[in-house]
């Protein structure tokens, strides 16, 4: 746990928060459950391609208008796709929220 990098992440996505329309940290559970939290708080699927070695801790997923990328001051950005519809990650927002009920 690096606590300076954590206060430094979330004085940044304070910053950032006017132009962002989701932001969530990646926990323990790694970038797959915090984007199906996401989904799952925000009723909104994403078709997302999630690189092989996903960061832990430290980071978080953001969401933003695609004219607003710029505008939003991170540093390491990666873009892993676009927001919409009712599916994510092969599953549909039903069958997460049926999983993730049980």
């Known amino acids: 746990f690096d ?18 329309s989701l932001a969530h940290d990646i926990g323990r559970g790694g970038l797959e459950a915090a984007v199906a939290q996401a989904a799952l708080w925000s009723g909104v699927g994403a078709e997302l391609e999630l690189p092989e070695e996903a960061p832990r801790g430290g980071a978080a997923i ?23 519809g009712d599916q994510l990650l092969g599953y549909s927002l039903a069958e997460l929220e049926e999983a993730h009920g049980s």
Do not use: I, K, M
């Open 62 to 84: 953001v969401a933003c208008p695609q004219d607003d990328v710029g505008r939003v001051g991170f540093v390491h950005l990666a873009e892993l796709g676009t927001v919409g």
């Open 3 to 20: 606590a300076q990098a954590e206060a430094a992440l979330v004085e940044l996505l304070w910053r950032s928060a006017p132009f962002l």
